[in-house]
């Protein structure tokens, strides 16, 4: 029977190893597979690159529109008003005259006080004092303006305030005492000390006071 397809035992590879022992020859290792190289740390700059290597960069053509802004809202018409007027009296040299107010009063004697009028309108005096009528009736609040007046006509380019009110709490609802007090500073007596006489502006009491300015009257009596 021949060699070929013959099998070698373990006994033949284990005497075979002993004699090559004793001859001092030593069979060389078998090569190990060779190692895949390690691969190299990426730089910042490069890791940046790969990160962004996926990402589209959109063009300003298709960039999505910005939401437009929102609208103010409508500012209520009282809100609006009061702001006109404000701005309005911020931008004048004077205040703003409320003549064509229905409460409106004014009046004047004889042509010094006529050519004065606007100004005291205007407010453009400054005020020496005030006497307040609240609480007061009728009789007892004419009492009270005609020595007020009297005294106070002894101070030269004098112009004061009175507060009359507009009677919104009256029985009547009425402003009785600006009519009364109307009637008393266009009477003849009082006519020796007064020039003239408006409603004050709005920012100063507006038709619930009269601004009156008097002449100067040196003895102060009546």
């Not at 609006?80 to 009046?107: D, F, K, V, W």
């Not at 009175?162 to 500073?185: C, D, M």
Request: charged share 25%.
């Amino acid at each position: 029977m021949s060699d070929k397809g013959r099998t070698v035992s373990g006994n033949s590879l284990s005497r075979l190893s002993d004699l090559l022992d004793k001859a001092g020859v030593r069979l060389k290792d078998p090569d190990k597979p060779a190692q895949p190289p390690k691969p190299r740390e990426l730089s910042d700059d490069e890791l940046f690159a790969q990160a962004m290597s996926n990402i589209e960069r959109v063009s300003w053509r298709h960039a999505p529109l910005s939401s437009p802004p929102l609208g103010r809202r409508p500012e209520p018409e009282s809100d609006a008003e009061g702001r006109r007027l404000m701005q309005e009296i911020m931008n004048e040299q004077s205040p703003i005259t409320i003549s064509n107010h229905p409460e409106y009063i004014e009046g004047w004697i004889g042509v010094a006080g006529k050519k004065l009028l606007p100004r005291l309108r205007d407010g453009l005096y400054s005020i020496q004092g005030q006497i307040d009528l609240h609480g007061l009736g009728k009789a007892e609040a004419e009492a009270a303006v005609e020595e007020y007046i009297i005294g106070m006509s002894r101070y030269q380019s004098c112009c004061v305030k009175i507060i009359h009110g507009r009677g919104i709490n009256s029985p009547a609802a009425k402003a009785t005492l600006k009519e009364s007090l109307q009637r008393l500073l266009s009477t003849r007596k009082m006519s020796r000390y007064v020039l003239a006489y408006a409603s004050a502006p709005q920012c100063d009491g507006g038709v619930g006071a009269v601004y009156v300015l008097l002449s100067r009257h040196a003895n102060g009596r009546s």
